[in-house]
């Protein structure tokens, strides 16, 4: 199977496929999403607001999420954690005064961080590319202090047939296109298409979560149902 069809979830290729775009990855983002990404991670930011103690950016990338969190509460300590160097290297340069309280190189299934020592964990566009999804919630489940909240934006298939067939096309054609163009590199983005498929409706994350240990799981669409926030506390 070729990378063009092939959604990548070995930890070591998805690094590699990210410090790939990682140069153009901001600009991709904005131009794919037409503007409106910033204001879904937004929504992401307001769903941690509440709670209290040191906040973990898992799949933080170039670290838009990072940063909003520490922008909304500059008392606050936030640590952005990637696989992808690239990614975070492409991303430091937007915290010149150097807020956070580290960019950490980490798999998402083994974090460098003491059981029960994160307030929350956010997780944007990254969920998706993790192969072990299930090891991913025991480890958060671990890693969050009782009544902590992990609070996860993805990009996810429509309900309705009809715009899904549409979303499909934009994501095969219109995305890697784009990609080419713009990202510089085509076959990186038709894996977003592969990924989107593989991992289905918010419900099928929501039932994984509920089933690790998470209680209060919900979920909120945007976007037509291609955007979520799904998000789930730690008894
Ligand atoms: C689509 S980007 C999202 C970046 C950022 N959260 C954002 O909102 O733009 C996905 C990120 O997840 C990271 N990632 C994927 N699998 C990972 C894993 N197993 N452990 C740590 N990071 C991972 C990639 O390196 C990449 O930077």
């Not at 929504?43 to 670290?63: E, F, H, I, K, N």
């Not at 590319?129 to 993805?154: F, H, I, K, S, T």
């Not at 510089?184 to 099928?204: C, M, T």
Request: proline content about 5%; some cysteine.
């Amino acid at each position: 199977m070729s990378l063009d069809e092939q959604h990548v979830t070995d930890p070591a290729e998805v690094s590699r496929l990210f410090n790939r775009i990682a140069s153009r990855y901001d600009l991709m983002n904005r131009m794919m999403s037409l503007g409106q990404d910033m204001a879904w991670r937004a929504s992401l930011v307001r769903a941690v607001a509440d709670r209290p103690g040191p906040l973990l950016d898992l799949c933080t990338g170039t670290g838009d999420v990072a940063l909003e969190l520490k922008r909304a509460d500059r008392s606050r300590v936030v640590i952005g954690a990637d696989a992808s160097l690239g990614m975070m290297r492409a991303g430091r340069h937007k915290d010149p005064r150097r807020t956070l309280g580290g960019w950490v190189q980490a798999d998402a299934v083994a974090l460098p961080v003491r059981a029960g020592s994160l307030g929350a964990v956010t997780v944007a566009f990254g969920v998706r590319n993790v192969a072990r999804l299930d090891d991913l919630l025991a480890e958060l489940l671990r890693a969050l202090r009782p009544g902590g909240r992990l609070a996860v934006l993805e990009i996810f298939s429509p309900r309705s047939d009809l715009l899904g067939a549409g979303y499909d096309l934009y994501l095969r054609r219109v995305i890697p296109a784009m990609g080419t163009l713009v990202g510089g590199d085509g076959p990186a983005y038709r894996h977003l298409a592969a990924s989107v498929k593989a991992f289905g409706r918010p419900e099928a994350l929501e039932g994984r979560m509920a089933r690790a240990g998470f209680t209060r799981v919900r979920s909120r669409s945007m976007n037509l149902g291609t955007i979520g926030l799904v998000q789930g506390d730690r008894p």
